[in-house]
């Protein structure tokens, strides 16, 4: 009697043989009965199998139930519904990302589950739940405690689009796992979104606030609106970051809002930028306020897992520094605060807070300087960030651009034309 590869008896029964994940694994084939016929539909079985590894969709626990080797090849922990699994990615996840972004993933995980639901289970979700939970999403009530003034119908596309990337996200981290067959996260487009326009400040607005304000706010929004700093840098900014001979300053630090001293947002945020004359003019003024205060105990996280270090620094800028008793330092939402107290005081149109760093960007550009400059001292990593996020706002100056053009191009030679 022949046998097909991979097949032979073993103790008078039909036993098939392959390698899965770098292991020559053996099963004996329980109730079939030596016959040819059955020789031949175990190398049949047998070749499915190494079919199925072939293309990755082999499952030991359903091929083989009673297998003293599936324990060997199932993970220890199995996801069913979406709460499971859910709990069972963010696990994972807790080591490749800061404390900041695991917070916000963790509400994200919040309301999913609340679109949803817990118990649901994970094969059962399809490319059309995927659609539906984006127009409960975009539609649906938000979730925040009963009577918090907060709570509202419907969401920016950008957050649905962020709730959607998140879920398709762990189900393709089921199908990698082999909790999922199917593959529901494909093909979901994202929301059309219009690129919102910097709305910088205009130089007789920025002139105004600078004569509204003065003191240390004057200071920072005089160095934040020409450095362009992020207002966790900005607040995190210490005095061993600044030579103020050589007029540059180490940004290595960055506060988040859970008040974490962490790297900045990016590698590229690790930076030494070159201060334009007004910035400064500014952290100057503002070293004889707070230059010699004494200094504050920190604990410094790096991207490292777990590794953190006590430093001592002595802070820029300083909440209550007119006081007998400084704070430690500023937390990215009181620099947010400290903005909309200037913007009162001057008079001038309400802005993002954030707009302080689109100025000195829309400011920058207009004067001509290069993207790729602008990048660097923004903390991007190339100057595609600058063109993708300011291309609107540049069309504006289009017509300036030309009559440049034309300025710097006009001494060229007229050359006539040849005649024939």
């Not at 500023?330 to 605060?337: A, N, T």
């Not at 595609?384 to 069309?395: F, L, T």
Request: hydrophobic share 35%; proline share 5%; charged share 25%.
């Amino acid at each position: 009697m022949s046998f097909p590869t991979g097949v032979e008896l073993h103790s008078g029964k039909i036993r098939i043989t392959f390698m899965y994940r770098g292991t020559r694994c053996r099963e004996v084939l329980k109730g079939w009965v030596v016959t040819s016929a059955n020789i031949k539909k175990a190398g049949n079985l047998r070749a499915l199998i190494v079919s199925e590894i072939q293309i990755g969709e082999f499952d030991y626990a359903l091929r083989f139930p009673e297998s003293k080797a599936v324990k060997k090849f199932t993970t220890v922990r199995v996801a069913h519904t979406w709460g499971e699994l859910a709990e069972l990615w963010a696990n994972t996840k807790e080591e490749d990302v800061s404390k900041n972004t695991m917070s916000r993933i963790t509400n994200q995980l919040k309301t999913l589950e609340r679109v949803i639901g817990r118990g649901t289970p994970i094969t059962d979700i399809t490319h059309s739940d995927i659609m539906n939970y984006r127009k409960e999403l975009l539609r649906g009530n938000t979730f925040y405690a009963e009577g918090n003034k907060r709570n509202k119908t419907g969401r920016s596309v950008n957050t649905v689009n962020d709730y959607i990337s998140l879920a398709c996200q762990i189900l393709r981290y089921a199908h990698r796992s082999k909790f999922i067959k199917d593959k529901p996260f494909e093909y979901v487009p994202k929301l059309h979104k219009d690129r919102t326009k910097p709305d910088p400040l205009f130089r007789d607005e920025y002139a105004a606030m600078m004569l509204a304000i003065k003191g240390q706010d004057r200071n920072m929004w005089q160095f934040a609106i020409n450095s362009g700093l992020r207002h966790g840098e900005l607040a995190a900014l210490t005095w061993d970051d600044i030579d103020l001979v050589a007029g540059k300053v180490h940004i290595k630090r960055n506060l988040t809002r859970l008040g974490d001293f962490v790297p900045p947002k990016t590698k590229a945020g690790d930076r030494i930028i070159t201060l334009l004359t007004p910035a400064l003019d500014a952290i100057r003024s503002q070293h004889a306020i707070t230059g010699h205060l004494p200094e504050t105990e920190i604990i410094q996280n790096f991207r490292e897992y777990g590794k953190t270090e006590v430093q001592h620094h002595r802070f820029v800028f300083l909440p209550a520094v007119r006081s007998d008793q400084p704070g430690s330092y500023f937390s990215p939402s009181s620099i947010s605060g400290r903005w909309k107290v200037a913007i009162k005081k001057s008079g001038i149109r309400s802005r993002n807070p954030y707009q302080s760093r689109h100025t000195f960007a829309c400011w920058a550009l207009s004067a001509g300087a290069n993207p790729s400059f602008i990048a660097s001292q923004l903390g991007h990593e190339d100057a595609e960030m600058v063109y993708r996020v300011y291309s609107a706002w540049i069309k504006e100056f289009d017509g300036e651009q030309i009559d440049m053009l034309n300025e710097k191009f006009g001494f060229a030679p007229i050359v006539p034309p040849k005649v024939m």
